[in-house]
């Protein structure tokens, strides 16, 4: 049986941060609709709200970013065609057992999250503007989306050199539980991909 696509690559494409990186805090006040973050001397307002329509097109600029999609590694065959793309999104945004939202930092479209549903399973997914990345919004984000989103166990997958994702998913809260092996059209060939788990 042919194993079921998903709506999105499961892990925002983010860089790998370094040490100094690692070493820096960051404080969070979540609240019902939005987090504040406090990175040194850098603020940051992120808010998620229902995705809309309207934010597609935006979206769809966003995963056209080469090195975005090589990170991503399973992303659709054909990342060029807006009209698909659209047509695919609409009706991922009708379908009532998803979760999605978009992510904003200030009033600025830098993103989208989302559950979503595969074989009885609830995955995560995720991207996040190239000028977004490095800055702590990709962990901000995932954490407010898991104070509005209940279902457990949540999945997600990432590349297995997609290391910046894996740090994102281990700050909040996933598991590794294991590895599988599938076609990366961004790459062209089969790779390992790595499999997360919280709750």
């Given amino acids: 049986m042919k194993?079921?696509?998903?709506?999105?690559?499961?892990?925002?494409?983010?860089?790998?941060?370094?040490?100094?990186?690692?070493?820096?805090?960051?404080?969070?006040?979540?609240?019902?609709?939005?987090?504040?973050?406090?990175?040194?001397?850098?603020?940051?307002?992120?808010?998620?709200?229902?995705?809309?329509?309207?934010?597609?097109?935006?979206?769809?600029?966003?995963?056209?970013?080469?090195?975005?999609?090589y990170l991503a590694a399973f992303v659709s065959e054909d990342r060029t065609d807006k009209a698909a793309f659209l047509e695919k999104y609409s009706k991922i945004l009708a379908d009532p057992t998803t979760n999605n939202r978009t992510i904003l930092v200030g009033e600025t479209i830098a993103g989208s999250i989302a559950k979503f549903e595969i074989e009885g399973e609830a995955e995560i997914t995720y991207w996040i503007d190239r000028n977004y990345w490095g800055k702590g919004i990709a962990t901000a984000a995932l954490k407010n989306f898991l104070t509005v989103e209940a279902a457990r166990p949540l999945f997600g997958r990432t590349a297995f050199d997609n290391f910046g994702s894996q740090k994102v998913l281990e700050k909040c809260g996933f598991v590794k539980i294991g590895t599988d092996r599938g076609y990366a059209n961004a790459r062209g060939k089969e790779i390992e991909e790595f499999i997360y788990r919280l709750g």
């Fill in 3 to 69: 194993k079921p696509t998903r709506p999105e690559s499961p892990i925002i494409p983010i860089r790998s941060v370094g040490k100094k990186d690692e070493a820096e805090k960051y404080t969070f006040t979540i609240r019902a609709r939005f987090a504040t973050i406090i990175k040194n001397r850098m603020n940051y307002t992120i808010e998620l709200r229902p995705t809309e329509k309207s934010d597609l097109e935006i979206l769809f600029e966003f995963q056209l970013d080469e090195e975005a999609k």
